[in-house]
Nanobody
Framework: QVQLVESGGGLVQPGGSLRLSCTASGTIQNINVMGWYRQSPGKEREFVGSIFSGGVTEHAGSLKGRFTISRDNAKNTVYLQMNSLKPEDTAVYYC?????????WGQGTQVTVSS
């Protein structure tokens, strides 16, 4: 069993910042990829970014420069630093990990950008 626990979501004003965290626990060996998706009301789940075990990252083109993904392999934790937040960034953010045993998702954390 693999569990993912996310934290760091909340309400922030436009232009503000938030840092999301997601820690994986359970039967884990060699996490290859960790990353984030998000889903806004009425929209499909959208890729945000991913990071491979060696540190190579991928970010959605529209979010580059504002969102940065990183990870701490020793803690099995992935982070998402979000800066210059906009109301359109409002969504539930889901983390995921890709293991040899499959793909696992967190429960989601709400991020609301509003004045």
């Amino acid at each position: 069993q693999v569990q993912l626990v996310e934290s760091g979501g909340g309400l922030v004003q436009p232009g503000g910042s938030l840092r999301l965290s997601c820690t994986a626990s359970g039967t884990i060996q060699n996490i290859n990829v960790m990353g984030w998706y998000r889903q806004s009301p009425g929209k499909e789940r959208e890729f945000v970014g991913s990071i491979f075990s060696g540190g190579v990252t991928e970010h959605a083109g529209s979010l580059k420069g504002r969102f940065t993904i990183s990870r701490d392999n020793a803690k099995n934790t992935v982070y998402l630093q979000m800066n210059s937040l906009k109301p359109e960034d409002t969504a539930v953010y889901y983390c995921y990990v890709a293991l040899a045993s499959g793909l696992y998702w967190g429960q989601g954390t709400q991020v609301t950008v509003s004045s």
